[in-house]
């Protein structure tokens, strides 16, 4: 199959659903704005209802934007039905033909097109061969395992070299196994066809593993995009920074800056900070982020924050102390804890950091 | 979508074809009113020519009206020239234009023309007049109608003298039919091209909206547009609005007909109920062999032709029936409210079996196993739990059971005797007295509590069920009936459905008895004449079922498409549009259709295609239903995804919806076919000479007493009837066994 490669650009789009009694409107999407480049992967990821989906079937052309465009390549395709776009979509119930073979179902897409039937056969056969369903092609969809049913899917999208594959929680119905294998096929063959893709998920780790770059979304709004290093480590905000990954957050107080050395009241000590958003502003009150892995536990009285410790989760290569502090309880992950003095339960500790590992955000951000 | 350009395009789009439209109908319709004129005066010195060559008083007075052979609804006047006065005096010919003539005869427009003629000039009027044409004996109309009015000179003996002259009047109004044809084409072309510019511009799918269109466009000249024509009707008097009809419609007589339909209901939906209850209760409450036997049997009458089980009544229990006579020498009839209730309870019991013991299969038996076991005797159980948990069943079985009672119409078409009913009413007021106003009038009054019957089940009794769907129905059942009750029940049913059987026998005998009720004799002679005489008819029955069957499954199905899948506009009007005719009895149908349909551009009445609509329209219903119901079960992302990869909406429709719906697109074929082979109350209506009904044919020969010819073809008429529906059965069962094993997951 030959490579094509085009971006995804999405302007302005504003998705508004009547609702069910016709009285207000839902605000599926808000002003959506952003560009896929050609080849690129990236996952809208969010908590349900954050309009993940409706995005995709705006794109897809299920949907119709309230307001904005959409672009594939150069080429406008706001007001274009979904069979006049080059997209395939992978549905999270699969969608196969049910009074079809899986053979019949990849050919569909092949059929509509008018291919000579000797290439289709050809043709089909090589993709199915490229899912790893080369014997599967008499059976009917409802005959096959879960996971052999999404890839007769994706095989179905793949054989019509779409320009921009779009899946929407495609791996949820698997089993957790199924779902890390099915997940580096998908890269693989997306990025050997160097398809633009879409992927929808809720899920983090799968969102963070798979893609280029993530597009978090809430109540509508897109709230950061970025590479998964770049949101994980430089959330914009406190949902984002919790959405993606475990966080602590610490209520602070700005004092000064200097330079990229921001200087804030942690309680009563006094706590410099090298990372901070854009928005955040000396005299003010700020988020003090820590991931569990950026803090350190140490003897009372040495570090930044007092407490005691709760409770020790054992992890094997990892360990995970609860400690309860003035400010709630605290996640510390404790790396290779062999190597290092373990704090009993019960006993009184400080939580420690360095001002390179921890970020501060703006306190009015949800 | 609707952006401020588009709207604007579509303004200037619509603006200019609006005027260009007009601009080509006024130029069309000029030049058309211009050839007429001419050819009016053409014709008019042609008649002048055949003055005849005696020239009397009478001589004249027999020529004028022969106008009327040259120029159909003209009039003449002859007027004599009265040398002395050196004027015009009215002599013989047309009331209307001697009438017209003295009102007019100082204007200048009639001094001029009297004035041409007397230089031998003929003349037309530059204007038209209002001439009252009944004073004439050979009334065209009741109304005045604008005439164009000719003057023409009649020369004396010399040649070249006038003598006198002839004033002509030529309605317009007989061109009037083709300029309203040429004002509805260019309505119709307007009317497609907005359609079809709306689509163009709003829409991104325009294949989808046109079919939107489409079912719009069908709906509303199939469906509205009959029903609101019938009003129309009802509402006007000699062309003029008046309450005429409806003050004659209440009138007590017609009270009192309704009055029987309205008895009749009751009756009937009461036993039917009861009757329906019994066969529901034992076949879903209680244990005993042959339940399918049973439900099969109690199903049957739902598809048996009309007029079937009223022959066989007659055939036992007439005037001259076996059993009434023959057998006990009675002297009762069977004509009248008894018989009409007990031949719709059998015809209809099974609507009100289907509907409870649809509600009954729903009822969890463990909520009856609770009350049981809190130690409630079983006829309490019985009484607090069972009854009120189907009380939602029962009533909207006595609804349907009601609606159906009062919209029959073949029942008491052979067996009302002297008891009335509405529907037969206003049968015979459109046939026998061809008072088509007054029909509708009728089957509107009876419109009015078969539709509040039908609104009240669908919209408060069946969203009022409380019947918990708990996806797994219990496989004990436990019984409770005692087995004396339960023997009863049984027994009761068996004899009332060897009965039904009994009546089709009746009907099979009926075929071999040379003249039932007098000469019992076998004899092979019915089957020959039933088939000489009934064949055309039983061939265009078929065929035209045949045609409608696959057009109103497929439409059907893609209107269930349209609706489940597709947003536009309208969507829920359209839907209730398509539903309408289930509500309203067929008489009512079938009047609106000969109403509207008997002019052009819709010229359809005595075609065989508006046989094949009524079919389409009439059973569209219950095919949507079945479509949107089996629509509901399928995931959408099956149709989306043929989408994606390149299918148009017909392709979808085609390739995955069809396919996928089969069970019920097949289904709704057999109804539809079966329907349509059955169907009366409408189609009595709308047959003609050419196109004859195979059910109206029965009727006929059972009117005029010919039993055994009446037997052969219902017989016939069962045997097709059960033959395509034994099939369909067969075909969607297979189907649905192929359909689990590779739907779901
Ligand atoms: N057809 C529709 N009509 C009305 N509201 C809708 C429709 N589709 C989606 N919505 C609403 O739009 C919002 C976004 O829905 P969407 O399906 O995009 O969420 P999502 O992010 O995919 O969620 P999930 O993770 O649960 O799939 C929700 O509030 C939903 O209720
Ligand atoms: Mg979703």
């Keep these: 199959m030959e490579k094509k490669s085009v971006s995804v650009t999405l302007e302005h789009v504003t998705k508004r659903f009547k609702d069910v009694k016709g009285k207000s409107d839902v605000i599926a999407v808000n002003d959506s704005h952003f560009v896929i480049e050609p080849g690129e992967l990236v996952t809208l990821l969010g908590p349900s209802g954050c309009g993940k989906t409706t995005t995709l079937r705006m794109i897809a052309g299920f949907e119709l934007p309230t307001e904005g465009k959409i672009y594939i390549g150069n080429e406008e395709v706001t007001m274009l039905p979904p069979n006049k776009r080059d997209t395939a979509t992978m549905f999270q119930s699969y969608g196969l033909f049910p009074h079809m073979t899986v053979f019949d179902n990849v050919a569909y897409g092949l059929k509509l097109r008018k291919i000579p039937h000797e290439d289709i056969v050809k043709r089909v056969n090589e993709t199915l061969a490229l899912v790893g369903l080369s014997d599967y092609g008499d059976r009917a969809p409802s005959k096959l395992s879960g996971g052999q049913q999404q890839r007769v899917a994706l095989a179905r999208s793949l054989i019509v070299t779409p320009s921009v594959l779009l899946l929407d929680e495609p791996l949820s119905n698997l089993d957790a196994l199924l779902r890390e294998q099915m997940r580096v096929e998908i890269r693989k063959i997306q990025k050997e066809l160097g398809i633009t893709a879409v992927y929808v998920t809720h899920d983090r780790v799968e969102a963070m593993s798979l893609s280029d770059r993530v597009v978090v979304m809430k109540d509508g709004f897109i709230r950061q995009i970025g590479s998964p290093i770049d949101i994980y480590e430089n959330p914009n905000s406190r949902f984002v920074a919790g959405f993606v990954g475990k966080a602590a957050f610490f209520p602070v107080r700005v004092k000064k800056q200097e330079a990229n050395l ?25 988020v003090l982020m820590a991931r569990p892995e950026s803090l350190r536990v140490t003897e009372k009285g040495k570090g930044k924050i007092e407490g ?5 989760v054992y992890l094997g290569n990892s360990m995970e102390a609860f400690i309860n502090t003035s400010f709630g309880e605290v996640l510390v992950q404790i790396d290779d804890p062999h190597a290092k003095k373990v704090f009993e339960e019960g006993e009184e500790v400080s939580i420690d950091f360095t001002p390179d590992r921890v970020r501060l955000l703006n306190e009015n951000e949800a | ?50 003055v005849p060559d005696e020239r009397t008083a009478q001589d004249f007075a027999q020529w004028v009206p022969t106008v009327k052979d040259i120029i159909p609804g003209a009039r003449a006047l002859y007027l004599a020239f009265d040398e002395q006065n050196f004027n015009f005096i009215a002599e013989s010919g047309s009331e209307t234009a001697r009438a017209l003539f003295q009102a007019y005869n100082s204007t200048p427009d009639f001094q001029k023309a009297m004035e041409s003629v007397y230089y031998l000039e003929p003349m037309k009027l530059g204007s038209t007049y209002q001439a009252d044409y009944s004073l004439d004996p050979d009334t065209i109309s009741a109304d005045t109608i604008r005439s164009q009015v000719y003057f023409v000179p009649v020369v004396d003996e010399t040649g070249y003298q006038v003598s006198g002259a002839a004033m002509i009047l030529v309605p317009t109004s007989t061109a009037t039919g083709y300029s309203n044809l040429l004002k509805t084409l260019f309505i119709a072309a307007a009317v497609v091209f907005l359609g079809i510019l709306l689509v163009l511009t709003f829409t991104r799918d325009p294949l989808t909206g046109f079919m939107v269109l489409g079912l719009f466009g069908i709906v509303i000249v199939f469906i509205a547009y009959p029903l609101i024509e019938a009003i129309r009707l009802s509402f006007m008097k000699d062309g003029v609005f008046s309450l005429q009809t409806w003050k004659e419609s209440l009138s007590p007589t017609y009270l009192v007909a309704l009055w029987g339909s309205l008895r009749l209901g009751v ?40 007029f079937s089980l009223s022959l066989s009544i007659i055939l036992l229990f007439g005037n001259n029936g076996l059993i009434s006579k023959q057998l006990l020498h009675l002297d009762t009839s069977i004509y009248g409210l008894g018989g009409l209730t007990l031949v719709q309870v059998i015809g209809m019991f099974p609507i009100a079996f289907m509907t409870i013991s649809g509600v009954l299969r729903q009822i969890d038996s463990t909520v009856e196993d609770a009350s049981l076991d809190l130690s409630a005797t079983r006829w309490q159980t019985f009484k607090e739990i069972t009854l009120p948990l189907s009380v939602p069943g029962i009533l909207s079985a006595w609804l349907l059971v009601f609606t159906n009672s009062l919209a029959d119409f073949a029942n008491p078409l052979l067996l009302s005797g002297d008891y009335r009913v509405l529907s037969t009413e206003a049968y015979m007021l459109v046939t026998g007295r061809s008072n088509l106003g007054a029909g509708s009038a009728l089957s509107f009054i009876l419109l009015m509590p078969t539709l509040t019957a039908f609104l009240v089940q669908r ?41 039904i059987a009994s009546l089709y026998l009746t009907i099979v005998a009926g075929c071999f008895v040379v003249n039932w009720g007098i000469d ?57 549009l398509i539903m309408t005719p289930y509500a309203i009895p067929g008489t009512l149908i079938g009047i609106s259709y000969i109403l509207a349909f008997n002019r052009q551009p819709l010229l359809l009445v005595g075609t065989g295609a508006i046989i094949v609509i009524n079919y389409i329209i009439r059973e569209l219903p219950v095919g949507l239903e079945n479509g949107i119901t089996a629509l509901h079960q399928i995931d959408p992302a099956i149709e989306e995804s043929a989408a994606d990869l390149g299918a148009d909406v017909p392709t979808v429709f085609r390739t995955i919806v069809l396919p996928l719906i089969r069970p019920a697109f097949l289904s709704s074929m057999s109804y539809t076919f079966v329907r349509s082979m059955t169907a009366v109350s409408a189609i009595i209506f709308l047959i003609s000479a050419r196109w004859n009904h195979l059910t109206v044919l029965i009727f006929n020969f059972s009117e005029n007493l010919r039993f055994g010819l009446a037997s052969v073809l219902s017989t016939i008429l069962i045997v097709i009837v059960l033959s395509v529906w034994a099939l369909m059965q067969i075909v969607v069962r297979d189907d649905k066994l192929t359909q689990k094993t590779i739907s779901t997951r």
């Design chain 2, 520 to 576: 019992y004799s076998f004899t092979l002679a019915n089957w020959g004449e039933a088939l000489a005489r009934g064949w055309t008819s039983i061939r265009d029955t078929v065929t035209l079922a045949a045609i409608a069957t696959p057009i109103a499954g497929l439409l059907a199905m893609l209107a269930a498409m349209l609706i489940v899948r597709k947003n536009f506009p309208g969507k829920r009007i359209l839907e209730m």
């Design chain 2, 1 to 50: 979508m609707f952006t401020k350009k588009r709207i604007l395009q579509f303004c200037t789009a619509a603006l200019i074809f609006l005027l260009a439209d007009f601009w080509m109908y006024s130029t069309l319709s000029s030049d058309f009113r211009a050839y007429e004129a001419e050819r009016n005066f053409n014709e008019i010195e042609l008649f002048a020519k055949t």
């Design chain 2, 459 to 499: 919209n408060w009794v069946a969203k009022k069920s409380y019947v918990t769907v708990t996806g797994k129905p219990s496989t004990t059942l436990t019984e409770l009936t005692n087995k004396p009750v339960r023997i009863t029940m049984e027994t009761f049913s068996w004899i009332f459905l060897g009965f």
């Design chain 1, 308 to 312: 005691k410790v709760r409770m020790n």
């Design chain 1, 262 to 286: 921001w200087t804030c009241q942690l309680g009563e000590k006094e706590v410099v900070v090298e990372r901070a958003t854009t928005d955040v502003e000396v005299g003010t009150e700020a």
């Design chain 2, 267 to 306: 009756l009937t939906a009461t036993i039917s109920t009861l009757v329906g209850f019994i066969f529901a209760f034992l076949i879903e409450r209680t244990r005993f062999k042959q339940k399918k036997l049973m439900t099969t049997m109690a199903t049957m009458p739902v598809i048996s032709p009309p």
